[in-house]
Nanobody, 121 residues
Framework: QVQLVESGGGLVQAGGSLSLSCAASGIIFSINTMGWGRQAPGKQRELVAFITSDDSTNYADSVKGRFTISRDNAKKMVYLQMNSLKPEDTAVYYC???????????????WGQGTQVTVSS
C-alpha cells in the first residue's frame, strides 16, 4: 500500500502563488507517473498535471503556463508550483501516483487525502 500525504494548501488572493508538496511512503519498488488532481465543489475530479518517470510533463489547458510540476525520485516526492492563481482554481488538490508496491506487487493508482486551496477574488 502506498500512502500519499499532501501539504502546502491554504488561502491566497487572486494573482498570488502557492506551492504544494506530496510525499509517498510504503514499501515501494517503483513509481511511474506522479501528478495532481483537483476537485471543486459540485464538480468531478480533474487531473491538472502529471509527470512521468523520465520527467515528461503534461498540463490541463486551464493551468498551462501558470502551474509547474516537478518530482524528486530519491525522496519519492512530487511538487506543484501554482502561480497567477485564479478564484476558479479553488478546489481540494489531490496527489496521485502510479506505483508498484507491497502488497499489490503490480502497478496501481494511489491518491492522497487532499489539501484545500482557496483563491479569493
Amino acid at each position: 500500500q502506498v500512502q500519499l500525504v499532501e501539504s502546502g494548501g491554504g488561502l491566497v488572493q487572486a494573482g498570488g502563488s502557492l506551492s504544494l508538496s506530496c510525499a509517498a511512503s510504503g514499501i515501494i519498488f517503483s513509481i511511474n507517473t506522479m501528478g495532481w488532481g483537483r476537485q471543486a465543489p459540485g464538480k468531478q475530479r480533474e487531473l491538472v498535471a502529471f509527470i512521468t518517470s523520465d520527467d515528461s510533463t503534461n498540463y490541463a489547458d486551464s493551468v498551462k503556463g501558470r502551474f509547474t510540476i516537478s518530482r524528486d525520485n530519491a525522496k519519492k516526492m512530487v511538487y506543484l508550483q501554482m502561480n497567477s492563481l485564479k478564484p476558479e482554481d479553488t478546489a481540494v488538490y489531490y496527489c496521485y501516483c502510479n506505483a508498484r508496491a507491497l502488497p499489490a506487487l503490480k502497478y496501481a493508482d494511489y491518491w492522497g487525502q487532499g489539501t484545500q486551496v482557496t483563491v479569493s477574488s
